[in-house]
T-cell receptor, first 110, second 116 residues
Framework: EDQVTQSPEALRLQEGESSSLNCSYT??????LFWYRQDPGKGPEFLFT???AGEEKEKERLKATLTKKESFLHITAPKPEDSATYLC???????????FGTGTRLTVIP | NAGVMQNPRHLVRRRGQEARLRCSPM?????VYWYRQLPEEGLKFMVY????????ESGMPKERFSAEFPKEGPSILRIQQVVRGDSAAYFC??????????????FGSGTRLTVV
C-alpha cells in the first residue's frame, strides 16, 4: 500500500539553527517526490520535484535530497520567514493524483 | 499569468444547505484536482477531472458530493445538505494534461467552508 510519513510533526528552531525534515515513502515505481510549502490560510506552494535516488535540488536556504526510501528537506540557517508547514507528496501507483503526508510544521524563532 | 483561482475564499452555510465551490485552472491547464484539508489533518484527494470527464473520483464521499468540469466555465465542487463535518478547507489544483503525476500541481488559495 502506498504510504507517505513525515517527521517530526512539529519543529521549533532558533534563527540560524540548521536542521532536516524527513519524508519516508513506500510506493511501487516512484515517479517523483514533491515538496510543497504551506502558509496558514493559503494553498500549498510548489518547492521541488525529485525523480531518482541521489538527486538533489536547492532553493535559497532549502535543499531536498532523495534516497530509495526517503527524502530529506535540509534547512540551512533558517529565518523566521521560513516558518510554514512543509508537505511531501508522491503520485499514487497508476494514478495522476498526489498522496500527501501530514506535514512538518516548522517554527523559526528570531 | 493568473494562477489557479478559487471562489469564494470563505463560505458559511447552515446545516442542510448546499455549498458550491468554484475553481478556474491556470491558463493552459486542462486537468483539475480537488483536495480537502480538515483541521489538523493532511490534504486528502477527492476527485480528478478533465474537461467534461471525471477521471478519478476514488476520494469522493459516495453521498452528497459531486464535481464537474464543463466545457466552458470553472470546475464546480458541489456539496448537498451540508453537515458540520464538511467544515474544512477545499483546495483546487491544476496541471497540464496528464502531467500531474509527473510534474506536480499548482494549487489555488482554497475555499474555507464553515457549516453552522
Amino acid at each position: 500500500e502506498d504510504q507517505v510519513t513525515q517527521s517530526p510533526e512539529a519543529l521549533r528552531l532558533q534563527e540560524g539553527e540548521s536542521s532536516s525534515l524527513n519524508c519516508s515513502y513506500t510506493v511501487s515505481g516512484l515517479r517523483g517526490l514533491f515538496w510543497y510549502r504551506q502558509d496558514p490560510g493559503k494553498g500549498p506552494e510548489f518547492l521541488f520535484t525529485l525523480y531518482s535516488a541521489g538527486e538533489e535540488k536547492e532553493k535559497e536556504r532549502l535543499k531536498a535530497t532523495l534516497t530509495k526510501k526517503e527524502s530529506f528537506l535540509h534547512i540551512t540557517a533558517p529565518k523566521p520567514e521560513d516558518s510554514a508547514t512543509y508537505l511531501c507528496a508522491v503520485p499514487l501507483t497508476g494514478a495522476n493524483n498526489l498522496f500527501f503526508g501530514t506535514g512538518t510544521r516548522l517554527t523559526v524563532i528570531p | 499569468n493568473a494562477g489557479v483561482m478559487q471562489n469564494p475564499r470563505h463560505l458559511v452555510r447552515r446545516r442542510g444547505q448546499e455549498a458550491r465551490l468554484r475553481c478556474s485552472p491556470m491558463k493552459g491547464h486542462s486537468h483539475v484536482y480537488w483536495y480537502r484539508q480538515l483541521p489538523e489533518e493532511g490534504l486528502k484527494f477527492m476527485v480528478y477531472l478533465q474537461k467534461e470527464n471525471i477521471i478519478d473520483e476514488s476520494g469522493m464521499p459516495k453521498e452528497r458530493f459531486s464535481a464537474e468540469f464543463p466545457k466552458e466555465g470553472p470546475s464546480i465542487l458541489r456539496i448537498q445538505q451540508v453537515v458540520r463535518g464538511d467544515s474544512a478547507a477545499y483546495f483546487c489544483a491544476s496541471s497540464p494534461p496528464g502531467a500531474g503525476g509527473t510534474y506536480g500541481y499548482t494549487f489555488g488559495s482554497g475555499t474555507r467552508l464553515t457549516v453552522v
